[in-house]
């Protein structure tokens, strides 16, 4: 984990304006061909290049000597520099994070054009940390062996603040429920960025610091930031994380997008968006609205002013196809992954199972057959011979 120095900068906020939030303005500056040779010249002191620290960086996040080692060719970095605050004189420069003696991160941030006169309040600093291998966790984060005992955060191998609250929701609600005697919860990679995240976690373990991503979610186009209230409120609800202001609010939120969207399905517009005049063949306005050209604000008789419904009817209307076929395949999915494998399964007793993936089934210990099929070689093949075992079993 490696961290950026702070300085110390002058504050220009402005009075705050009515009915909006109070800001600050950030500002963009770039290292020079100096500050390269400046980094170049005490890499041997810094602990991450010089072998003290062993251990695995993030790679979304390089530090400076990263930066300068592996894009030698570059004569430049962009540098950002933010305020820590709107209380405060300290300003980050999010771009250099390094490990290197404090003298040179002096001299490498007064070689940065607008940095000068800057001093350094804080230096940065490298920490190498050893993490629990999540497969050893099940997905309700639980250590597996150990009852009662969660584990949420970089513990599991992962990097970043939203990875990292994400996972200690999930822990503590499931802590919770424990407490009270009640089933454990988690998320399926097709509900929610954390169910992915937990599944990449608890099935395929890493190699270096985790970090979420929309490209590792098969099913991106249903998890919808918009759309997040739709799909995760009600399972907040029955698990006791929503109160009653917020489960009435979201109820009048979803019964009014349910509402438009049976009325537009019923609508018939022509070929404008328009009710009169029709001369052609009539479609439903929700179809209508599945032209990428066109916007509901500009349909007759509009029932809704609410920007974040409008936005999740136009969503629905214009992804209905491709979300109809994404529905699908997380139907057929489910029918593997929703089968729970017995902690008592015996593998030997599965004829034709080859050893390695006894191996890795033992190593890994999926709870579903849908983690299994994604663990690194385990194969179809074998799938299929769980499948049948599974299938004998429930028939025994």
Not at 53 to 68: A, F, L, M
Not at 122 to 136: K, L, M, N, T
Not at 284 to 299: D, F, Q
């Amino acid at each position: 984990a490696l961290k950026g120095c702070f300085l110390q900068g002058r504050s220009t906020v402005r009075p705050a304006m009515k009915r909006r939030p109070r800001k600050d303005c950030c500002y963009l500056t770039a290292t020079t061909p100096q500050s390269h040779a400046i980094v170049r010249d005490s890499l041997h002191l810094s602990p991450v290049n010089s072998g003290a620290i062993t251990g695995t960086g993030p790679r979304y996040c390089p530090s400076i000597e990263d930066k300068v080692v592996r894009f030698a060719d570059r004569d430049s970095h962009r540098i950002f520099l933010e305020p820590e605050g709107l209380d405060t004189h300290e300003i980050y420069p999010n771009g250099i994070s390094t490990a290197l003696p404090f003298e040179a991160q002096v001299d490498l941030v007064h070689s940065i054009p607008g940095l000068q006169n800057a001093r350094l309040t804080r230096a940065g600093y490298a920490v190498e940390y050893d993490y629990y291998d999540p497969r050893s966790l099940t997905p309700d984060l639980a250590v597996s062996g150990i009852e009662g005992l969660f584990f949420a955060g970089q513990i599991n191998g992962t990097t970043g603040y939203e990875e990292a609250a994400a996972q200690g929701l999930l822990a503590g609600a499931n802590a919770a429920l424990q407490a009270l005697g009640r089933e454990p919860w988690w998320p399926t990679r097709e509900q929610s960025y954390l169910g992915v995240m937990v599944d990449d976690l608890t099935t395929a373990g890493v190699l270096e610091p985790y970090r979420m991503f929309t490209s590792r979610a098969e099913f991106r186009l249903r998890l919808r930031e918009d759309n997040a209230d739709l799909r995760l409120t009600q399972i907040g609800r029955e698990l006791g994380l929503v109160g009653s202001k917020r489960w009435q609010s979201f109820c009048a939120h979803r019964e009014l997008i349910d509402k438009e969207m049976s009325r537009l399905d019923e609508l018939r517009v022509n070929e404008q968006g328009r009710t009169s005049g029709l001369n052609s063949a009539r479609q439903s306005a929700s179809s209508w609205l599945r032209r990428p050209e066109a916007k509901y604000t500009a349909l007759p008789d509009q029932a809704l002013r609410d920007r974040r419904a409008i936005a999740e009817i136009e969503a629905r209307c214009k992804y209905a196809g491709l979300i109809s076929r994404q529905t699908s395949e997380v139907l057929r999915q489910q029918a593997l992954t929703d089968l729970r494998l017995p902690d008592d399964m015996c593998l030997n007793e599965i004829y034709g199972l080859s050893n390695e993936a006894k191996e890795k089934l033992l190593t890994h210990k999926p709870a579903t057959l849908g983690q299994a099929s994604r663990i690194s070689g385990i194969t179809p093949a074998a799938i299929a011979l769980l499948h049948m075992y599974l299938a004998k079993t429930r028939r025994a």
